[in-house]
């Protein structure tokens, strides 16, 4: 069967409505996943255990269970236990903290990376922890996580699909609407992925170009 | 060439020539295999299951009582149990199938790329899906009903549509249709599949869903703390087996068949069914047929 063109075109303005959805829910799950990631970096590499600890459980409890299935538990179980968030919330939520475990690690490997001996001559100089942190050793951690983080924010933004199955109307679910009003799956699928890629495209690219304008040459 | 050949030698080169009309041979042989096996693409998969032995068919694993997996992990229901009758007429035996369970959008592909012969999976026909699928005449109409948490003081449709409440529905466009005409006030919820509308009941996400009248039966028979309103979202809805689009021989059997179930020589078999399944006949065909019950 030749796939239909004109439908793809007729539909266009409903894609455009669900990828709206899809584009706010990723922008701000990649927002909270960025500052909670941070917090959670660094008490994970805080020197009291206490702290150290709790962060790295939260990071294997997050990271060890599908997003998915957190999705459900925060949407159903919130609201079984009288708390009901909407989907969008829930979702919103689950990604983000799944998120941000991934990213505080990928922040810690990034400010691991920089040489103790850095820290030590900052210190040597009377700077004091937070004025190594922000003036020695973020500055350089930054621009070497810059390539993880795109590769985080490109699962935030495929993994936003999974929302679908809690009732909120983004891309997928409109392309999962559309496929049972008129059985066109190709036709749907299809643009749905181009409209992924240009997405994920997108990032890749701002990725890129990050990396040349923060490059630092030895 | 790693046969040894030296230039000049007049053998060898005879031999060259022997190859490439050896090699025009089988070229020309395998252009013809691959007409051949083209032109036998075109074959009604009539003759393939028959060939086969075994009717591959696609349906649900989640929708009781109408196509699910019971306790063991067997697919069970009244479609599974129409689709043993299919192999059972096309193959002698009822256990010459295989089943293939998709979800609701999954089911498209899996017809229109061949991997199942038929789909059998409580599928309203629909004038927007007959254009991509073919469509038998339907196997049973089904009523809508809506199912509601005790919790809920509502007892009629015009008291539940009420901007306070939310209605589960699955993401069809009949659901959204029907949403819009008999509760425009109430707010929806959309989910990919009837698992998650109860879900979504049971957690009071939602406080009100809407499903075909024998899963919604099914539901409250095995789940206290909920009720059917008396009243049905009364638009007919026509279940129909479906088929890639194109093959007649393969249509008209399937549709001979289904007409057979509903008004023909093999009523008898679909009126047990209906018997296991529902405890009721199924609708009457013809009024001079006496039916007990």
Known sequence: MPLDVNFILRNLPLFWKGLVVTVELSLLAIGLALVWGLVVAFARMSPRWPLRTAAAAYIELVRDTPVLVQMYFIYFGFSMAGLGLTGFVSGLLALSLQNGGYIAEIYRAGIESVSVKQVEGGKALGMSYWDVMSLVVLPQALVRVIPPLANQFIVVIKDTSLVSAIAVAELTQIGKLLTERTAASYEVFLTIAVIYLIMTGIVSGLSRLAEHRFAIYY | ?293
């Open chain 2, 1 to 293: 060439m790693t046969d040894g050949r030296v230039p000049g030698d007049e053998a060898a080169q005879g031999d060259d020539v022997t190859r490439s009309m050896l090699f025009r041979g089988f070229l020309a042989l395998g252009l013809a295999l691959l007409f051949l096996t083209s032109a036998r693409a075109e074959e009604s998969r009539l003759d393939l299951v028959t060939k086969r032995d075994k009717l591959i068919v696609g349906t649900y694993s989640t929708a009781p009582p109408l196509s699910y997996k019971d306790d063991n992990g067997e697919f069970t229901g009244f479609e599974i149990d129409l689709a043993h009758l299919l192999a059972k007429y096309l193959l002698g035996d009822p256990d010459k199938i295989e089943f293939v369970a998709f979800t609701s959008d999954g089911r498209w592909p899996a017809v229109l790329s061949g991997k199942v012969d038929l789909g059998l999976a409580s599928t309203t026909i629909y004038p927007d899906r007959a254009a991509r699928v073919q469509f038998t005449s339907p196997y049973m109409d089904s009523g809508i009903s809506v199912l509601v948490r005790d919790d809920v003081p509502a007892k009629t449709l015009a008291e539940l549509n009420d901007e306070k409440y939310t209605l589960a529905n699955l993401n069809n466009p009949q659901m959204a249709d029907r949403a819009k005409r008999f509760l425009p006030k109430i707010k929806t919820l959309d989910f990919d599949q009837p698992s998650s509308l109860f879900i979504a009941l049971k957690s009071g996400q939602a406080q009100a869903m809407q499903i075909d009248t024998p899963i919604i039966d099914w539901y409250a028979a095995n789940n206290p703390g909920f009720r059917v309103l008396p009243e049905m979202l009364s638009t007919v809805q026509n279940n129909a087996i479906f088929i890639k689009p194109g093959d007649f021989i393969w249509w008209r059997y399937l549709d001979t068949v289904v007409q057979e179930w509903r008004w023909g020589s093999r009523y008898d078999d679909y009126t047990a069914l209906w018997q296991k399944w529902f405890k009721k006949n199924p609708p009457p065909q013809r009024f001079y047929i006496k039916q007990p019950g």
